[in-house]
C-alpha cells in the first residue's frame, strides 16, 4: 500500500455530464500528478499541482481542470464529458525525491 | 505520446524461469522507473534508476540503463506466477516531474 488513497473507486456517467475525482496524497508529499490511462495503453500525464500551484500540464483540453488543496490532497474535474474520457485515472504523490507513489485509481465510464 | 517503448508487447514464461523486459526512450532522462500493474489496478513502484546509473538491483529484480543507446531492461529472475502483470518503464526529464510511459509489456508465468 502506498497511502495514496482515490475516489470514488468506480464512476458511471452520460456524454456531456461533468465529474469529479479525488485523490489523498501520502503524508509528507506536497505534489499530486494526474495521469489518465486508456484500456491497452500507458498512463497519459494530465496535469501536477505542487503546493496549490499547477506545475505542468499535458496534452489535455482545458475541460480537464484540478485543485490542490492546504493538506495537498487534490481534485480532477472533467466537464463536457465525451465517450473517449473513459479511462482509469490515476493520481501520484511524491515529494522533493524523483519517485511517484500511485493510488488505485478511478475507474470513469462515459456512455 | 509515449515517450517509450516496451518490447516485447507479451511475454509467457514457466515459472522459475527468468523474464527480460526492454525500454527504449527517445529524449535526454533524468531517471527511469519501473512499475507493475495488476489487472487494470494501480500502479505499484519496482526501481528507480538515475541517469548516472547503469545497473541496479532491488530483490529478484535487476535493471540496467544505457543512456547511449537510450534503453534500459528489467530482468526478473525465479519468476512466479504472483509476478503476472503488466510492466511499465517511465521517464523523467530534467526539471520535469511529469512521467512519460510506455505502452508496457504483458507478463504472464504459466504455472
Known amino acids: 500500500e502506498t497511502g495514496v488513497t482515490q475516489s470514488p473507486t468506480h464512476l458511471i456517467k452520460t456524454r456531456g455530464q461533468q465529474v469529479t475525482l479525488r485523490c489523498s496524497s501520502q503524508s509528507g508529499h506536497n505534489t499530486v500528478s494526474w495521469y489518465q490511462q486508456a484500456l491497452g495503453q500507458g498512463p497519459q500525464f494530465i496535469f501536477q499541482?505542487?503546493?496549490?500551484?499547477?506545475?505542468g500540464r499535458g496534452n489535455f483540453p482545458p475541460r480537464f481542470s484540478g485543485l490542490q488543496f492546504p493538506n495537498y490532497s487534490s481534485e480532477l474535474n472533467v466537464n463536457a464529458l465525451e465517450l473517449d474520457d473513459s479511462a482509469l485515472y490515476l493520481c501520484?504523490?511524491?515529494?522533493?525525491?524523483?519517485?511517484?507513489?500511485f493510488g488505485p485509481g478511478t475507474r470513469l465510464t462515459v456512455l | 505520446s509515449q515517450q517509450g517503448e516496451e518490447d516485447p508487447q507479451a511475454l509467457s514464461i514457466q515459472e522459475g524461469e527468468n523474464a527480460t523486459m526492454n525500454c527504449s526512450y527517445k529524449t535526454s532522462i533524468n531517471n527511469l522507473q519501473w512499475y507493475r500493474q495488476n489487472s487494470g489496478r494501480g500502479l505499484v513502484h519496482l526501481i528507480l534508476?538515475?541517469?548516472?546509473?547503469r545497473e541496479k538491483h532491488s530483490g529478484r529484480l535487476r535493471v540496467t540503463l544505457d543512456t547511449s543507446k537510450k534503453s534500459s531492461s528489467l530482468l526478473i529472475t525465479a519468476s512466479r506466477a504472483a509476478d503476472t502483470a503488466s510492466y511499465f518503464c517511465a521517464t523523467d526529464g530534467w526539471g520535469a516531474q511529469k512521467l512519460v510511459f510506455g505502452q508496457g509489456t504483458r507478463l504472464t508465468i504459466n504455472p
Open positions: 501520484a504523490s511524491s515529494s522533493a525525491e524523483d519517485t511517484q507513489y
Open positions: 534508476i538515475r541517469s548516472n546509473e
Open positions: 499541482y505542487y503546493r496549490e500551484e499547477e506545475n
